[in-house]
């Protein structure tokens, strides 16, 4: 149990690129926090630093208070779970969830480690496998031994890194589910470093987009979701994305590639002075007003269909448009940023799966203006976020956590004291 | 691996690898045969069957004239000069090879590349080339015909080659492993002994037999460093004379031969599923 704090965390490599650049994030005790971006934004870097396998070039970090800057891994008391898993294949399972005991001379007895490694293996379901070699076991039995391994040294702190990308997709799901369930369970503080989106919004209590080196933002996944801080976060958080439209700014109204939006009252303030922007639409916030009824003070429009996918419980459809030369670069960019491949542009609109609309029809669409988000095509930044409405998701998402948190331990307590 | 040979192939390869293994068995036997023939069925093929091949009667004078009659005097101290130094070279070497290979493929210090490059460049130097000068110095500091005077040229030899198969074998073991070993608590020391070497035994037991074999077999430093306090077997040979000048010491040569074949074979068979192991896990990229 404890929280770690980082101060203007960098890291610089031999080249001088920093990997890592002033990173501020203060990890409560208890809490679950995600790490997430596209590959190389330095996730996995600052989460070695943390655990002290990656050299710190400037700031700080402190565990509870302390400062473990120069501390060797070993020192710091935290445990780590690595993406291949890195168990000891000379070892039996056994074995393997006792080496970090062991390894503490003279604290535990035989009679001691057996237990605790033995608690952790009926924890994870890993009882018929201990005398096995981590050679013979599946994927799925590899990650649990791993995570046994983190479970019984009573570390300060969990630390993952990646831990799933290796699984299936359907084991994924499930560990996905008894990582959240054991870090309830035990209440304990959690990094985790990820680039899937789906982890890193299910699990985290608080999830950090980091692009390139730097932190661009840290709030709960439904305040991401919401009231992102600018175009990186809002494309890189959603299945499937954000849609990104350029949209001109005329008299009063705005000229979307498809429709003209009425602007009224905040959001004429804020896009005063400006052109171009970006107009960023969730693909659930558009409705097919053939079968749903549009959202109150909708805007409707019609667009050709050029491509449908039915999933059974959804359906996208895909429709093509020219993007604008003024912000063609702009999207481009943000583009590569998330790791896409510079295809065609083209909105997503995720519809009702009972909408009839095949390729090549004319849907008739309808979206909530209230549901936009603008963004500054220069700067990237979110013009239409509503700090108080963060606010306001950020202080519900801590009570909720504190609240989990609370239950956890006193359902903890209470069977312990059953079985006492 | 692929499995997909066609039958016709697989017979191929089977005739062709027979054919090898008579190619490279004929000769031992027929050491093995000569060192069973006794003096006069050396000279007289009517003794013999199979063609002078195998003697009707087996003799075992041979082995009785290198263990304890006249040749004893020569063989059985160079067999213990042999034992001595090969093993006492191959432990120190392999000891040190395992430090320097690990730090090599583990830790970034200048000269790294120097040493690999080295340790190449020494072991193409021709052998022979070595042996004069080493000879002269060995003379003046007293290390002629000395045990050490044989250890020492010997670790130049197996050093190298040590150094470069366990350096592949350490690279093949993913940082992670030693990693993870740190954060579970271990120290960079313990992280060596507890996890990388075990997973190096097969590395390191390839290697110990690789060099044992080179000192082993070595026949120029031992005939030319030493004289008779510390002369290995291959030297020892070339030493046997007959019963008189004019009978050739073939049979005893030929004993001695065998017997010093058998400690090679023995190693082989015990060890072969780890040097099986060790030679396939370091040829492919991990």
């Known amino acids: 149990m404890s929280s770690i704090e980082l101060k203007h965390i960098v890291k610089k490599y031999g080249d001088g690129f920093p990997a890592v650049n002033d990173v501020n994030l203060d990890i409560k005790d208890g809490e679950f926090v995600i790490l997430v971006g596209p590959s190389g934004c330095g996730k996995s870097t600052l989460l ?16 509870d208070g302390k400062r473990v800057n120069d501390l060797a891994p070993r020192d710091r008391n935290l445990a780590m779970v690595f993406q291949n898993y890195a168990l000891y294949p000379h070892l039996t399972v056994f074995e393997n969830i006792a080496f970090p005991l062991r390894l503490q001379k003279g604290k535990h007895s035989n009679e001691e480690i057996d237990k605790k490694v033995r608690d952790a293996s009926a924890m994870l379901e890993l009882d018929e496998h201990l005398e096995r070699k981590p050679g013979n076991l599946s994927g799925g039995q590899r990650q649990r031994v791993a995570m046994g391994r983190a479970i019984v040294r009573e570390a300060d702190a969990f630390l993952f890194d990646e831990p799933l990308s290796n699984l299936d997709a359907k084991l994924r799901g499930q560990m996905r589910t008894e990582i959240a369930r054991m870090q309830r369970r035990l209440g304990i503080t959690t990094v985790y470093v990820t680039h899937d989106q789906t982890e890193a919004m299910t699990l985290g209590d608080r999830v950090c987009v980091l692009k390139r080196g730097i ?35 005329e008299g009063n109204s705005l000229k979307l590639p498809f429709v003209d939006v009425p602007l009224d009252g905040p959001l004429a303030e804020k896009v005063k002075g400006k052109d171009i922007v970006i107009v960023g639409l969730r693909p659930e916030h558009l409705k097919d007003t053939t079968v749903e009824t549009g959202p109150e003070h909708s805007v409707k429009f019609n667009a050709v269909v050029d491509q449908t996918e039915w999933l059974g419980n959804e359906q996208y459809a895909y429709i093509p448009y020219e993007a604008d030369g003024a912000v063609r670069d ?3 960019e943000l583009d590569r940023d998330l790791d896409g491949e510079g295809l065609r542009t083209q909105m997503i609109v995720n519809l009702d799966p009972r909408s009839r609309v095949l390729e090549g029809d004319e849907a008739q669409l309808a979206f909530n203006p209230a549901s936009m988000h603008v963004f500054d095509p220069q700067s990237g930044d979110n013009l239409t976020r509503d700090d108080a409405r963060a606010a306001e998701i950020a ?20 069977q312990a004291e059953k079985s006492a | 691996m692929e499995t997909n040979i ?21 000769p031992l036997l027929w050491i093995l045969a000569t060192s069973l023939k006794s003096d006069a069925a050396l ?42 130094v090969c093993v006492v070279s191959t432990v120190i070497s392999v000891v040190l090879a395992t430090f320097c290979a690990y730090a090599i493929s583990r830790l970034d210090f200048p000269g790294k590349k120097l040493i690999l490059t080295t340790a190449l460049a020494v072991s193409f130097f021709p052998v022979i080339a070595m042996v004069t000068p080493l000879f002269n110095l060995w003379r003046q500091i007293g290390l002629f015909d000395t045990l050490p005077g044989l250890i020492i040229p010997y670790l130049a030899l197996t050093l190298p080659l040590s150094i470069w198969i366990l350096s592949a074998f350490f690279q093949q073991i993913p940082w992670e492993m030693e990693q993870a070993a740190q954060v579970d608590g271990a120290t960079s020391w313990q992280a060596f002994v507890k996890v990388v070497a075990p997973l190096a035994a097969p590395g390191v037991f390839t290697t110990a037999i690789i060099a044992f074999f080179t000192a082993w077999n070595d026949f120029v430093f031992s005939s030319n460093l030493t004289a008779q306090h510390a002369q290995t077997v291959p030297a020892a040979l070339s030493f046997f004379t007959g019963a008189s000048q004019f009978v050739q010491p073939t049979g005893a040569i030929c004993a001695a031969a065998v017997v010093v074949t058998i400690p090679v074979v023995i190693l082989v068979l015990v060890f072969q599923k780890r040097i099986v192991a060790g030679l396939t896990s370091g040829a492919v990229k991990g």
């Open chain 1, 395 to 414: 202080a519900d998402s801590e009570k909720m956590r504190k609240a989990a948190l609370e239950r956890a331990r006193k359902r903890d307590a209470e």
């Open chain 1, 330 to 332: 702009q999207l481009e």
């Open chain 1, 215 to 249: 932190l661009q933002q840290v709030a709960s996944p439904r305040e991401l979701y919401e009231q992102p801080t600018n175009l990186f976060v809002a494309g890189f958080i959603g299945s499937p994305p954000m849609n990104f439209l350029p949209a001109k700014v």
């Open chain 2, 43 to 84: 000279g007289d093929s009517s003794k013999n069957v199979l063609g002078n091949f195998w003697p009707k009667d087996i003799s075992w004078d041979n082995y009785k004239l290198i263990f304890s009659g006249g040749a004893s005097d020569l063989f059985m101290p160079a067999l213990w000069h042999s034992i001595i």
């Open chain 1, 48 to 63: 070695r630093m943390i655990v002290g396998l990656e050299d710190i070039t400037s700031g700080e970090m402190e565990i």
């Open chain 2, 6 to 26: 066609s039958t016709k192939a697989k017979n191929g390869l089977g005739v062709v690898s027979i054919v090898i293994m008579i190619w490279t068995v004929i």
